[in-house]
């Protein structure tokens, strides 16, 4: 190793022997620098072999110099001479041969020259190591050949030989300069007396080459050179250096040349101002040569000088290096004049003198280094300050400038004392943040001055920080930290420590522990006790607060290794499955109790901290879920064993990341720009990143228009991947809700709150309408509708009045209000015609113009309306105005009509209605029953105008159907489907929900459109009910049937596996909780009771823990009885046991045998025990037996519930929107509770004719001659209402709004009229373009308005009665709606079997399933006086929507006897139109080769042609027994006959109809719909139905139920799609 040092760091070089050291594989150098600038070099040798031994030598370099060290390493081996190389020496100086040996031992080395044993003189020198020294070599002595010879053994010796050359080096005689003067001549010669030739000789000056030139030359010679100047200056000062130098050596010679120049100023002495006690500096320099000795001269005053003294330089005055007076502490007494004075003995001496005045800063004269306050007391810190007024005296804290008005905690006060400035800064109180340095700062214009205070608040000290070094089983080591002492010196300490279960009025204490110890033992512990302990600390101040309490408990040898095969998979967003195995079996120590997991976030920014999980042990293997995590984060998790003695180590951690999730929260800084008046600009910024919850994939952009009715635009959306977008297209000066949301690959995240933006105003659009009327002679009125685009604020309106034939160039213009949409034009001629147009005027400009109308003044004014027509929405409960504004002369008279399906009824003013004198009909507090077409009809003598309005009336929404989707232990996810929006569009959803047996509802908003939401947060195991309702613009709509869920969990249960009592004494009993399971909600308590057998009294003991309990003060040698429950959140688990404590020594104790004497004490109360026992057993059988059959019920209900939800799934129908045109075929509302659908017989229609309720049918009515504004032609039946024992009849109205807002249900409440009519039906005819007759339900609206027909669906409802108290008692239980329910499972299951679901187009639209009766179903009734059909509302709870085409007929022989209004009789043909479904194998058995039916798809077969097939040719007709339709086999013979009954439709010529067989009044049972009932009469297909009881199938094939049905005697009553 080498070490050197230097500046620069040197680099090192290594040699032997004199030669560079090769770098192989056997030598190797490196080199570093120690932190102190020490290089160090090391070489290293491998494998050393004899050629590595001699003379190492390590040379350090760097740009300054260089220095050597060499030693000599011998290596054995047979010596031998390395060859030398020759040796040049230079003559003067000292020269080292070396004798290159390698190899050891050896025994000596010599030098010879000329065969002389060297040395011979006192130059020559041998080292011990072989070296020679020449020193002060000489040429002629020293020069030739020397040998180095080496003795190797005692009598042989080698050698090698080595020759020295001497060279000498020149010598240059001395020279010095004269001295020398301004404009001298110089010459001065550099002469080389001896030295070997050749020699070169130069010139520097001051280290650089001079060169000829400039006044300087340079002659030299062989052995001389001279150096010459011709005129000497101040540039020529200097050192001058001559250089010889051969081959030995290069020498050198230098003198200084000196010019000698006179004194002159280079800065001059001026005025100046010093700062009392600053240094001031008086400014004088000079130059020359030789240098200007300088001279201070002080006269004080401020007068003129009397006489300069010397200045005495002393430590406050020197001069500086430049001549200028350095005065460090400027003092009062150095005012005065100054001379500066110069000379250097050239020429005469210069002076200079000026003026110092003395300025006093401002000088803090006296304040307190240190000071000491007390915590909570007034303090007071002074300072004193001098100077120059005026001063300022500023106080600061620290760093900090104190302000007593932000801080009213100081007050500063300060005076004048004289010539000094007192500043006083109070503390009221000092407080723990005072203990810093305080300064006062004293401030004028020529200075300030600082005192520092160091202010000490001394306070009791802090609680020192305890910790628990060691727990043993009666004793612990505890040691603490002490922080802040308050200031004050630790006088001592006191510890404190009690029984966790006691107060800290029992406490134990050890006090007045040394200051200067750190750690105690606390003794005489009671083992397997829980303790707290808290220790104070003293000061002289006073007592610190208690230490936090810690609690120490004793403990076993926990194990050893941790658990095995950790696993992690993620399973959702916020959870991760982990699974392990147990530890070795030799690691566990003990039986394995449970496991810690442990689990912390991996994520940037995440603490690090790990959470805490635990659970028991079931087995070798384990699994746990861990929930609630972040999304999309990654998770490190370690899981830990633990036995009753401790826990063990924790496995490795292992990571995994949960899955993608939506994002939690939206987009940030949302903002919108409207630009124009159709485009706006939406920006925004990404979401926190910690909320993404995934990989963001873009932007979602959701905007809709809001209207100035309260009606909302279509929503829409735009995708982007950028944070801006540009909305194009937008409608003009409209109000928009913009919401942007952020999605991930996991879906739409959560949306932003809604912004609102209005795009700008633009010009208007043409009015909507104009007309122009003349309204005499010489004036006409003209009117117009409002633009159906205003785009902006209406200003005014600009009429236009332009006469073609006048010669005017410029057409006439008038301006009106925005209010008023008419003008009467005056002063015109009469026969001429005028062109009319009106445009709107925003602030934008005025817009586009109306279209051009002609009109004339004429002598005669025909009625005519200047109002418009066309359509008015508006929310119910408000009042609306019809106007029906008109002109002519004379005054028309004005009517109202309103059409109602085939005619137009006449409106009656009453407090409903009213008519007002301009012809406005107002209409108050609409109902959705006031919609419909308003005719105003304006009268006079020269004619008649009519103007027909359209009013829509906006209800609440339906009810939404709710179900759940998905449970969890701490929720429950729910999806709904929404109802009938009301004509109005949906705003949002209220979800309400409570626990089961509470009626606390919690409400939630959702969005409009949510489909779905998750409730978060609830309890585990508990059962919820939920109700959710729809709002629009108009309100809240119905409530949703109440569902109830329960989320996942249940109550404790006690493993048998495990161990209860793990330890019994005399006296004590310890009883092991583990086996307690939770069931997956967590254990809140655990109650135990314990008593001894025989006594009444129990004992009660409570506990939170899971692991262990003890029992005692027990009784020794005596039996207990023990009974625990376990208690969550799902309810509570019972277990009982009975054990008995062991004898005083020991000893267990036989059971306890029953004494003689207490047998007839056990007798008597056995005797009275019995009856009572056997009385709750039966109340308990009775109740189970009752709750059985419920679950019964309800399992069947779910079930069905779940089939009806798989056929709902197959229809993708809106519910949001209204329906638009007819649909494809009849629906069939089925209503639970239980209902009935009844099809009087002749008795029931005469009553009703005779009541004058109803019109007959007959051919002559559906031949006759229609109203050409009327498409079809309708005739009603009515049926009155049978309330018998066995349940409610239906009822085909509702006092709830309608659902389409196109044709809404009239509604009345008038019970007379309700309790006659129950149910309507209606046969309607058609136009020749349809002249399918079909029979339809009561809730078809058929407008005559240009021959267009508005129907909302060909339809059967039927809902519950309520008409009478009767008829409210008779809801049905559950276990009806659940035969219904059974029913329908089996008629899709027997469906689907047959596969004629595929051909049958028969679905569930809509399912509302209730578990009881609705209490919200209600009635209403058919004003029949105005002819306004009545409309179901099918949305009812309990109710199931079927769509069928058409309804199937269930029995051939169930129609008989039924007489039904049937204009023609159908052909083989005819039947080709059937569904599959309706096509019978009987039918198909033999078909018609002649009559082939064509190839039709089963659902283009519209209820219309299966109408035709069904229709007769006669008007009425009897159904005689056996009777056989054409192209049908005959019925089965077990069929029987029913009773006729006949429907009689009397005509013009018609028979009277054959009087009724007499029947006993039959029981209700579900009727078929007339068209069902038609085909099944006529058609007569057996499809082998049964009838009667509710539990029938609705497609069951059996030919029973003919002979069944005419043992109830059912007569007419056929069983249809009605459901009983």
């Known amino acids: 190793m080498c070490a050197a040092k230097g500046a620069p760091p040197p680099t090192v070089t290594w040699a032997l022997d004199d030669e560079p050291i090769p770098r192989d594989s056997g030598h190797r150098s490196n080199q570093y620098t120690m932190s102190d600038g020490t290089t160090v070099s090391h070489m290293n040798v491998s494998s050393p072999q004899i050629k590595d031994g001699g003379v190492y030598r390590c040379t350090a370099r760097n740009s300054v110099g260089s220095a050597e060290y060499q030693a000599r390493i011998n290596v054995r081996g047979p010596p031998s001479i390395r060859a030398m190389k020759n040796i040049t020496a230079v003559a003067g100086r000292d020269t080292f041969i070396n004798c290159r040996v390698i190899g050891y031992p050896y025994y000596s080395i010599k030098w010879y020259k000329d065969s002389l044993l060297l040395p011979d003189n006192h130059r020559q020198v041998v080292f011990e190591n072989g070296t020679l020294k020449l020193m002060d070599v000489q040429k002629g002595m020293d020069e030739g050949e020397y040998l180095c010879s080496v003795l190797i053994q005692p009598q042989l010796s080698i050698s090698q030989s080595v020759h020295v050359t001497v060279k000498v080096p020149p010598l240059i005689q001395p020279f010095e300069f004269p001295p020398a003067s301004i404009g001298q001549l110089l010459y001065i010669p550099c002469v080389v007396s001896s030295g070997d030739m050749p020699i070169h000789i130069t010139w520097r000056k001051d280290g650089h080459v001079i060169l000829s030139g400039s006044g300087v030359t340079i002659e030299s010679k062989e052995f001389m050179s001279s150096l010459q100047i011709s005129s000497v200056s101040l540039k020529h000062n200097g050192n001058y250096t001559c250089i010889a130098s051969n081959d030995a050596a290069t020498v050198s010679r230098e003198r200084q040349l000196i010019v000698r120049v006179p004194p002159r100023f280079v800065v001059q002495p001026n005025n100046q101002d010093g700062i009392y006690g600053k240094a001031g500096v008086l400014n004088c320099s000079v130059d020359g040569y030789p240098p200007p000795k300088v001279m201070w001269k002080h006269a004080k005053g401020s007068g003129n000088p009397q006489q300069y003294h010397p200045i005495p330089l002393t430590g406050r005055i020197q001069i500086l290096p430049n001549s200028s007076l350095l005065i460090r502490h400027v003092l009062e007494e150095d005012i005065g004049y100054y001379l500066c004075q110069a000379s250097n003995g050239v020429g005469t001496d210069i002076s200079k003198s000026m003026f110092l005045t003395v300025k006093i800063p401002a000088m803090i004269t006296s304040h307190p280094n240190t000071t000491i306050a007390i915590k909570g007391q007034s303090k007071e810190l002074n300072c004193t300050a001098r100077g120059e007024r005026p001063i300022i005296i500023r106080w600061e804290k620290g760093d900090t400038v104190i302000d007593p008005d932000r801080n009213m905690r100081y007050a500063i006060a300060t005076k004048d004392n004289g010539d000094e400035v007192i500043s006083t800064l109070k503390l009221k109180p000092a407080d723990r943040g005072d203990s810093v340095f305080f300064s006062c700062h004293a401030i004028n214009s020529y200075g300030e001055d600082r005192g520092l ?7 009791p000290p802090d609680p020192p920080e305890l910790e628990i070094r060691e727990v043993k089983a009666r004793s612990m080591n505890l040691r603490w930290t002490q922080r802040f002492d308050g200031n004050s010196i630790i006088t001592g300490f006191d510890i404190e420590y009690k029984n966790k279960s006691d107060s800290w009025d029992f406490k134990q204490s050890t006090r007045n522990i040394s200051p200067t110890i750190n750690q105690a033992n606390i003794v005489d512990l009671h083992p397997a006790s829980v303790y707290s302990i808290r220790m104070y600390s003293f000061n002289k101040i006073g007592r610190s607060e208690p230490s936090k309490e810690l609690t120490i408990s004793t403990e076993e040898a926990a194990p050893d290794g941790p658990p095995m095969d950790v696993t992690l998979q993620p399973i959702t967003s916020q959870s991760i499955q982990v699974t392990w195995k147990a530890p070795k079996k030799e690691l566990q120590n003990g039986v394995i109790r449970g496991y810690q997991i442990g689990y912390r976030e991996n994520s940037p920014g995440s603490n690090g901290q790990y959470s805490i999980v635990e659970m028991k042990a079931t087995g070798d293997s384990e699994v746990y879920t861990l929930d609630n995590l972040k999304k999309f984060a990654q998770y490190g998790v370690v899981v830990q064993a633990f036995n009753r003695a401790g826990t063990g180590p924790s496995s490795s951690e292992i990571n995994a990341t949960t899955l993608e999730d939506v994002p939690s929260q939206p987009p940030e800084n949302v903002r919108a720009i409207s630009i124009t008046s159709d485009v706006a600009v939406i920006s925004w910024s990404e979401p926190p990143r910690s909320t993404l919850n995934g990989v963001l994939k873009g932007y979602r952009v959701i905007f809709w228009s809001l209207y100035m009715d309260g009606e909302w635009g279509e929503m829409q959306n735009i995708t982007t991947t950028r944070e801006r977008v540009e909305l194009r297209g937008m409608e003009k000066f409209t109000n928009y809700s913009v919401q942007v949301l952020a999605y991930t690959q996991a879906g739409d995240g959560v949306r932003s709150s809604v912004l609102y933006i209005q795009t700008k105003e633009d010009i208007p659009g043409p009015p909507a309408g104009i007309k122009a009327v003349p309204s005499s ?30 010669g005017q160039p410029a057409p006439s213009e008038y301006e009106t209000s925005p209010d008023q949409l008419f003008y009467r034009i005056a002063h015109l001629n009469r026969g001429q015609q005028y062109l009319l147009w009106v445009a709107a005027v925003t602030s934008a ?13 004429a002598g005669k004014a025909p009625a005519k309306i200047i109002s418009f027509g066309g359509t008015v929405t508006t929310p119910w409960m408000k009042d609306v105005r019809l106007p029906c504004n008109s002109v002519g002369e004379p005054v028309p008279a004005i009517k109202w009509t309103k059409d109602s399906e085939d005619s137009a009824i006449p409106v009656t003013v009453d407090g409903h209605r009213l008519i007002q004198a301009n012809g406005t009909l107002v209409l108050r507090s609409v109902k959705a029953e006031d919609s419909g077409y308003y005719t105003c009809t304006a009268t006079n003598t020269w004619g008649f105008d009519t103007i027909i309005i359209n009013l829509l009336v906006q209800v609440p929404p339906d009810q939404p159907r709710l179900t759940v989707s998905k449970t969890s232990a701490s929720s429950i996810t729910l999806a709904w489907i929404p109802g009938d929006n009301g004509g109005s569009s949906i705003r949002g959803f209220v979800l309400q929900y409570s626990v089961d047996n509470s009626e606390e509802w919690k409400d939630v908003f959702i969005s409009s459109s949510e489909r779905s939401f998750k409730l978060e947060s609830l309890k585990c195991g508990t059962w919820y009910k939920v109700k959710l309702a729809a709002k629009n613009s108009v309100g809240a709509g119905r409530i949703s049937e109440i569902i109830e869920a329960k989320t996942h969990g249940r109550e404790p249960s006690f493993s048998k596996d495990q161990h209860l009592f793990t330890h019994i004494n005399s006296t004590h009993a310890r009883l092991n909780l583990q086996g307690w399971s939770s069931g997956g909600c967590p254990i809140t308590a655990i109650v135990l009771e314990y008593r001894p057998k025989g006594n009444w009294v129990w004992q009660s003991l409570r506990t939170n823990s899971s692991s262990e309990v003890f029992l005692t003060e027990l009784r020794e040698a005596t039996w207990y009885e023990l009974r625990m429950k376990a208690c969550n959140s799902a309810g509570c688990g019972n277990e009982t046991a009975q054990f008995a404590t062991l004898d005083y020594d020991g000893s267990t104790i036989p059971p306890i045998k029953s004494a003689q004497g207490e047998g007839d004490d056990v007798k008597k109360l056995f005797t009275i025990a019995c009856p009572v026992i056997l009385a709750t057993l ?22 069905a519930k779940s089939l009806a939800e798989m056929l709902i799934s197959k229809n993708n129908r809106s519910f949001d929107t209204p329906v638009k045109g007819p649909p494809q075929g009849p629906r069939l509302h089925i209503d639970i509770p239980r209902v009935q659908l009844l099809i009087e017989d002749k008795e029931g229609i005469k009553q009703l004719g005779d009541d004058k309720a109803t019109i007959p049918v007959t051919d002559t009515e559906f031949s006759q001659a229609v109203n050409p504004q009327s498409f079809c032609t309708g005739v009603s039946l009515h049926h009155p209402a049978l309330i018998q024992n066995t349940g409610p009849l239906i009822d085909m109205s509702d006092i709830r709004p309608g659902t389409n807002p196109v044709s809404r249900k009239s509604v009345k409440s008038a019970h007379s009229t309700r309790n006659r009519y129950s149910s309507q039906w ?13 029979l339809t339900s009561d809730w078809r609206t058929v407008g005559s308005q240009h021959g267009i027909t508005v129907t909302e669906s060909d339809s059967y409802s039927a809902s519950l009665s309520q008409d009478t108290d009767k008829g409210r008692n008779s809801m049905v239980s559950t276990e009806s709606a659940s035969s219904t329910y059974e029913e329908l499972a089996r008629a899709y299951e027997h469906a689907k079997l047959e596969e004629q679901l595929q051909h049958a187009k028969f679905e569930i639209t809509e399912c509302f399933i209730s578990d009881s009766s609705s209490d919200q179903m209600t009635t209403g009734t058919t004003d029949n006086a105005d002819s306004m059909t009545s409309m179901s509302t099918p949305s009812e709870p309990g109710i199931c929507r079927f769509t069928a085409s058409p309804p199937k007929p269930q029995d051939s022989e169930r129609g008989k006897g039924v007489a039904v209004p049937i204009p023609h009789r159908a052909s083989k043909s005819d039947y080709c139109n059937l569904p599959l479904y309706v096509k019978s194998e009987a039918f198909f058995r033999k078909p018609d080769a002649h009559e082939p039916c064509p190839v039709v798809p089963p659902r283009e077969a519209s209820i219309r042609n299966l109408a035709r097939a069904y229709h007769a040719q006669a008007r009425h007709m009897t159904l005689e027994p056996g009777a056989k339709p054409l192209g049908l086999p005959p019925p089965a013979s077990s069929a029987t006959t029913l009773p006729q009954r006949t429907l009689p439709m009397p005509g013009p010529a018609g028979p009277a109809p054959a009087p009724a067989a007499s029947a006993a009044p039959a029981p209700p049972v579900a009727a078929e719909p007339p068209v069902a009932a038609a085909a099944a009469a006529e058609a007569r297909v057996p499809t082998h139905s049964k009838v009667g009881g509710s539990r029938d199938s609705l497609l069951e094939m059996s030919t029973s139920g003919v002979g069944r049905s005419q043992k109830q005697g059912a007569g007419a009553y056929s069983k249809s799609y009605t459901l009983v």
């Open 453 to 459: 205070i160091q202010l000490t608040v001394q306070e």
């Open 1322 to 1334: 209606t046969l309607t005819k058609c136009q020749a373009s349809t002249p399918a007759r079909t």
């Open 845 to 857: 400009g005025r817009g586009n113009i109306s279209e051009k109308v002609t009109i004339e003044p």
């Open 777 to 806: 002679a010489s004036s006409v009125v003209v009117s117009w509708l409002p633009p159906a685009k205003p785009n902006g604020i209406i200003r005014k309106y600009t009429i236009f009045c332009s006469s073609p034939g006048s």
């Open 1178 to 1199: 039966g109340v308990a059988l009775l109740f189970i037996i009752r709750k059985k059959r419920k679950e019964k019920r309800l399992k069947r209900l779910r079930d």
